[in-house]
């Protein structure tokens, strides 16, 4: 499981933004296919989780992404 993680890291580090925008998407179409096949039963309870998954990464990410942003227009 080490190994993986460190394929992991050298894959992100040789990645350029391209790369990691169709990771994106073909994560986010494997979330979509799984969505169209959840029981209506469910759905509810599934969109409730899948908000707090999206919160609690999206909000460190842009935090992340804003930082280097500010930091970058301060030394120009």
Known sequence: ??????????????????????????????GVMIGINIAPKYKKQTAAVASCVFGFTYVPLMTKFFKIIFDGSKKE
Do not use: G, P
């Not at 394929?7 to 073909?26: P, R, S």
């Open 1 to 30: 499981m080490h190994r993986l993680f460190e394929y992991a890291d050298k894959y992100i580090k040789e990645c350029d933004w391209k790369d990691i925008a169709l990771l994106k998407l073909c994560l986010c179409s494997i």
